[in-house]
T-cell receptor, first 113, second 111 residues
Framework: DGGITQSPKYLFRKEGQNVTLSCEQN?????MYWYRQDPGQGLRLIYY???????QKGDIAEGYSVSREKKESFPLTVTSAQKNPTAFYLC????????????FGSGTQLSVL | GESVGLHLPTLSVQEGDNSIINCAYS??????FIWYKQESGKGPQFIID?????DKRQGQRVTVLLNKTVKHLSLQIAATQPGDSAVYFC??????????FGGGTRLMVKP
């Protein structure tokens, strides 16, 4: 089955710890995105990448980092600099670079211990 | 994921009735709009999209209407079913930029 796979589904972070969320897609999509979702709010863009080895900051990039070494993979690291990391994180992809019809993964719920 | 949907406006409908979910968008120059459905603890699922050169687009049991005069978008779901219960949100794209997402509306279907 083609799709976007996010792992883990639940993740817990200790104080001062960096954690990495995985996102893999086998749709052969060029563009990939990371969004953060907080209760009652719209999705907010953290980072996006339109091509391998290139990525751009979104609206709330501070405290996060990404890499795009392979077309199918776009991991997100939540660093210790992110002081309020508890949220639902969503990875998405789209076939072209027009930012239309994003396909989303099933999400990772990150909580702080 | 389970906490998604707190403090959202809620629409409650009877099973079999039609549902209309509304969305006001912010930029009169936005050229693309999209609706997603999100069930608790899951990722958003594409429902239907529409470009600004259209007023209406139909899918299977869903219709999206675009009123550019008042910057309003609506999603109509025909013969609403219990499986339609979820949070629905719209997004707009301005000048080829990123999608901007709304906060969403919770749809509850009463049997």
């Amino acid at each position: 089955d083609g799709g976007i796979t996010q792992s883990p589904k639940y993740l817990f972070r200790k104080e001062g710890q960096n954690v990495t969320l995985s996102c893999e897609q086998n749709l052969n999509h060029d563009a990939m995105y990371w969004y953060r979702q907080d209760p009652g709010q719209g999705l907010r863009l953290i980072y996006y990448s339109q091509i391998v080895n290139d990525f751009q900051k979104g609206d709330i990039a501070e405290g996060y980092s990404v890499s795009r070494e392979k077309k199918e993979s776009f991991p997100l690291t939540v660093t210790s600099a992110q002081k309020n990391p508890t949220a639902f994180y969503l990875c998405a992809s789209t076939p072209d670079r027009g930012h239309e019809k994003l396909f989303f993964g099933s999400g990772t719920q990150l909580s702080v211990l | 994921g389970e906490s998604v949907g707190l403090h959202l406006p809620t629409l409650s409908v009877q099973e079999g009735d039609n549902s209309i979910i509304n969305c006001a968008y912010s930029n009169s120059a936005s050229d693309y709009f999209i609706w997603y459905k999100q069930e608790s603890g899951k990722g958003p699922q594409f429902i239907i999209d529409i470009r600004s050169n259209m007023d209406k687009r139909q899918g299977q049991r869903v219709t999206v209407l675009l009123n550019k005069t008042v910057k309003h978008l609506s999603l109509q779901i025909a013969a609403t079913q219990p499986g339609d219960s979820a949070v629905y949100f719209c997004a707009e794209r301005y000048a080829g930029n990123m999608l901007t997402f709304g906060g969403g509306t919770r749809l509850m279907v009463k049997p």
